[in-house]
C-alpha cells in the first residue's frame, strides 16, 4: 500500500517520473495533472491516470532509479557502477558509522545510506554550503535522509577523532587532509577515494604512503552497454570512457 | 567484543586468514599454532600471537574479504564488480523476497543476502545437490546464512507464483525457464542474469523478448588496476577481460 | 616542390581543409577565396594566404589525415586503429595482390593500397555500383588509385583462381562466400574479415572450420583517448566503444 | 622460389619455427633435424620432413609472425597494435627519413622501416651498445636492415638539424631531449613518443608544450581476444591491460 512520504516511478508511455507522494497536492505533466491523493492507497503495479487520462503505471523505483533519474544534479555524480563497488570494498553495512565528505548531489550518499540503515549513519561533510540542501532533498526521494547527517564543514576542520568505521572522500585535493582523516578513523579502517586525474591519484597516494596506510589500490571501472538486439547483438557505439579513479587503502596500526 | 561466531581476519606479516570463531578449538598455520579461545572477548583491532609468539592483527573481515579470500570457491564465483552492480541494479534492499539460481559458492548470495537483511529473504534454487553444503558454509563465514533458505531444485520445477521481488538467474540455458522465471515474479519486478558467451546472451534476449519482458539491458564492467607508485603510475600488465555479459530486464504487465 | 596533383593539408588558425591541387581553380572558405595556381612550386611548410589576407600554412597531410578529414564518407568507415592492424597482421607489403570486398569509402583501400606500392595491386570487388565513383575520387586524393582496381561485382561472381596472396572482407554476410574466397586464395594466405555484430562473427568462424581454415583469432581494438593536459591528465569523458570485430584466419591446404 | 636469405617459417602440427636459409646448416628440432640446403628452390606452400620423417610446411612468414615469434626479444618490444597504428598516424611512407631512439629489439623498426622502403631511412639511435647486435639481427631476419642505419648514440647527442619528416621515441626521459628532438625535425613534422607511466605522459607533455608542439594528443590501444567458438563465442579470460601510452605531436612553426 502506497502511503504519504513513499516515493514512486510513475511510467507512462514515453516518460518516466520519480515523485514523492504528498496529500493535496498536484503534479503536473504535459499529459495533464495527477492529483496526488489518489496515490495514497493504490498498490505498486497499479495504473493512474492524469485529468485529461494519459495513463501511467505505479511502479515502485529502485534506488538505481532514483539515483540515475530521480535526482537532481547539482553537481557530477558518482555513477552506480563506482557507488555499488565502493560500497562493497569499503564493507559498508548495518550499523556503520561513515566519513563522506563532500556530499555533492548525494548519489553515493544514497547508496551508502542505505547500506548502514538502520542503526548506522553516514556523517557527510559538505564545505559547499550550495549543495547542501539539494543533497537533502535528494536523500528524501530516496527515504534515507534519517541515516545521514549532513554538516557544512571543510576537511580542514578537525574530525571526531577514532571514530569513523570507514569512509569515502571525493574532493580536489585530498592529500590535504590526510592526517585529519587519518585520525578520524578507527585502526584497520578502509578509506576509499574518487579522483578524476592521474595527477590526482599520484598525490593521494604519495600522502597516504607517508601516512602509512596500507593494502593500496588503484582500479578504474569501465561500464560498457550492448544493443539488447538478439540476432543482431553488439557493443553500444559509443561509452563513457572515464568516470575516476578508486583509490582503496587501510588505516594502518 | 569478539564473540563465538564471528568471523575474524588475521593479518600477519604475511598472510591473511579468515576464520570462524569457535570454542575449544585450535587453528593451525605454519607459524605455529592459534588456540581460538584467546579471540573470544578481544576486539577488533587487537593483538593475538601463535603458541610460537608469531603475532596477528584480529580485523574485522569486509565481505569483499569474506568473497575474495575467505569462502571455498567450489565453481567460478561472481565477483564484486559484477556482485555489486548487479544487487544496486536490481534495486535489493531490506525486506525483499529474492529468486537466486543456481547459487554455485554463494559469492553473489552472500551480497544479496546483506543487502536484504534483516527482514528479507533470498529464496536459491540449487539443482546440484553437492554445492549446497559449500554454499551454507561459506555463507555461515559471512553471518548471513539465516537469511538464505537454498533449496535443492532445478528450474524446471514449478516456482512459487508471484512471489519474488526481484532474482538473479546465472544457470547456462536461462531462456528455458523464462516462463516458470516470468510467473514467479510480481509484475514490474526487475530480473538479471549473468551469462559467459554472447550466444547465451542472444538466447536469453530472444525469450525475454517473446515473453513481453521491457526495459531490456546488456552491460559489461571491465576492471583495470593500476600499481598504487605515485611516482610511476600505470596500469597493471594484464587484466581480468571478461567474467561475464549481464542481462536486465523489467517483467512487463 | 607542389604539383598539380599532389594533395595538400592548408592548416588555418582554427580549419583544416585537404585538397588535390588543380590549374585555375578557385577554393572557397568562408575565410575568403584561394587561387590554387599559388600552390603550385610551393614548398610543404610554405604559408599562402585568401583574397581577403587569411592565412593557411601548406602542409603534406599524412594517409591518416586523408582518411579522417580528407576522404568523404559514403559509408561507415574503417577507422586507423583498425585498417592499421589489419594490414600489419595479413603481412600486406609491396608486390602483393589484395583481395578487398566491399570497398565503401576506401578508407581501409587506402591503407592496403599505400602497403603494396609500387608493384602489388589492391583488387577491390563492390556490389554497390554508387560507392564506386567516389571510393576512386578518395583514392585520388591520396593518390594511390593505380595500385587499386575497383570491379562492379558481388562475392557471388566468381573471383579468380588461386590468385591472392590476401584478402579482407567486409560485407553484411561474409559466411555466403567463403567457398570463392577461399578458391581465390594461395595455399596459406591470411584473411581477414571484419563484422560488427557478435552472430555475424559466430557464423563466419563457423563457415571458416567448415572450409579447414586455420588460426581463428577473433579480435577487437579499443582506442581510449586522454585529454592533453600535463597537470590533470584523464582520460577523455566519453569514446567510441565498438568499430567492429575483426577476424583472421589462414587458407589451409 | 626460396633463396639463400629468405626468411621461412615452418609449421608443423604443434610447433612453429621462424628461420633465415643458410647454405650448408642444419636447424635442430626436437622432432629431428632439418638440412636448410632442402630449402633453396622450395616454393611457398611446399612440405619439407625431418630426418626423423616429421613433415613441416614452408610458409611466408608475414612481418605480424616475425615480430611476435621470430625476433628474440632483449627488451619489452613495441607490440604490433602500437607499431602498426604510429606507422600509420605518424604517416611514414616510402622515401621517408625517420627519426627512432631507442631501438630496443627492433620491433617497431621492422615495421617502420617496411614502410619506408625502397628509398626512405630509419636512423634508429641507441645508447645501449648491447642492443645493437641483436637489433641488426632482428632486421635481418625481416630482410629490412638494409633501410635502417642505427647509432650508438644517446639523445643528448646532437642530432642533424631539420633533418627527419618524422619520428618515434621510446626512451625514458623523452623531456630530456625535446629541444634536440625538435631541432632535427623538418617544420610540420609528426612525432610521436611511448611512454609507460602517466608521469611520464605529464612530463612529456610539458615539454612539447613549452617547445611550441602542435596537436598534442594522448591516445591507448586495447586488443582483446576472443575465443573462436562459433557457438560460444566469448573474450578470453585475460587479456594484456598495458603497454603503454602513445603520444603524438606535430613540431610547430
Do not use: C
Request: aromatic content about 10%.
Amino acid at each position: 500500500m502506497i502511503k504519504e512520504g513513499n516515493t514512486v516511478h510513475l511510467k507512462g508511455k514515453k516518460n518516466s517520473f520519480f515523485i514523492k507522494v504528498e496529500k493535496d497536492k498536484i503534479f503536473s505533466t504535459h499529459k495533464g495533472n495527477i492529483d496526488l491523493n489518489q496515490l495514497i492507497g493504490k498498490k505498486f503495479g497499479d495504473i493512474i491516470q492524469t485529468h485529461t487520462g494519459e495513463k501511467f503505471f505505479v511502479l515502485k523505483p529502485t534506488l538505481f532509479e532514483i539515483i540515475m533519474y530521480g535526482i537532481k544534479r547539482q553537481t557530477q555524480i558518482i555513477y552506480p557502477k563506482d557507488s555499488a563497488f565502493i560500497t562493497l570494498k569499503l564493507g559498508i553495512t548495518d550499523g556503520m558509522k561513515v566519513l563522506e565528505s563532500g556530499v555533492g548531489s548525494a548519489a553515493l550518499t544514497i547508496v551508502m545510506a542505505n547500506a548502514v540503515k538502520p542503526t548506522g549513519k553516514i556523517y557527510a561533510f559538505e564545505r559547499e554550503e550550495k549543495y547542501i540542501k539539494q543533497a537533502y532533498e535528494n536523500l528524501k526521494l530516496a527515504n534515507l535522509d534519517k541515516f545521514v547527517e549532513i554538516k557544512h564543514q571543510s576537511l580542514e576542520e578537525k574530525l571526531p577523532e577514532d571514530f569513523f568505521d570507514t569512509g569515502f572522500i571525493d574532493v580536489r585535493e585530498p592529500w590535504l587532509y590526510i592526517e585529519n582523516i587519518k585520525n578520524s578513523l578507527k585502526n584497520g579502517a578502509a578509506i576509499g577515494f574518487l579522483v578524476p586525474t592521474t595527477n590526482q591519484v599520484s598525490m593521494t597516494l604519495t600522502a597516504l604512503k607517508e601516512h602509512n596506510f596500507l593494502d593500496l589500490e588503484v582500479v578504474e571501472l569501465l561500464e560498457r552497454h550492448y544493443k539488447p538486439v538478439p540476432d543482431r547483438l553488439r557493443p553500444e557505439d559509443r561509452m563513457v570512457a572515464h568516470t575516476g579513479y578508486l583509490i582503496f587503502a587501510k588505516k594502518g596500526f
